[in-house]
């Protein structure tokens, strides 16, 4: 599975962006899919995520309330909403999905086979 994630740029802070992350000739269908993101001289972190099937979401505890992960009803999309940014939310951030991904193993990068290529957000002060 290729995805393909869109939707960085520059903002000011309190600003929103939206990043889209979507599979290439082949739909979501049964996967869990999750953001993480990179900053600069910073290990990789897990951001949000959500599991196809259930619906159910999950959030890195400084984005919890100001972003929102969802899906579209086709299968096709994952968005991730972020809104009120912080100049600390600034990182390429990633979309990766898998199948099979168990709870405990949400936030490990190393649970997810397929990735997107990255997407960079900066957030000015």
């Known amino acids: 599975v290729q995805l393909q994630a869109f939707g960085g740029g520059l903002v000011q802070a309190g600003g929103s962006l939206r990043l889209s992350c979507a599979p290439s000739g082949h739909a979501f269908r049964g996967y869990v899919v999750a953001w993480f993101r990179q900053a600069p001289g910073k290990e990789r972190e897990f951001v949000a995520g959500?599991?196809?099937?259930?619906?159910?979401?999950y959030y890195e505890d400084s984005v919890r309330g100001r972003f929102t992960i969802s899906k579209d009803n086709d299968e096709n999309t994952v968005w991730l909403q972020m809104n009120s940014l912080k100049p600390e939310d600034t990182a390429v951030y990633y979309c990766?999905?898998?199948?099979?991904?168990?709870?405990?193993?949400?936030?490990?990068?190393?649970?997810?086979?397929?990735w997107g290529q990255g997407t960079l957000v900066t957030v000015s002060s």
């Open positions: 959500i599991r196809r099937n259930s619906g159910l979401t």
């Open positions: 990766a999905a898998d199948r099979g991904v168990i709870l405990s193993s949400m936030r490990d990068g190393r649970a997810y086979s397929f």
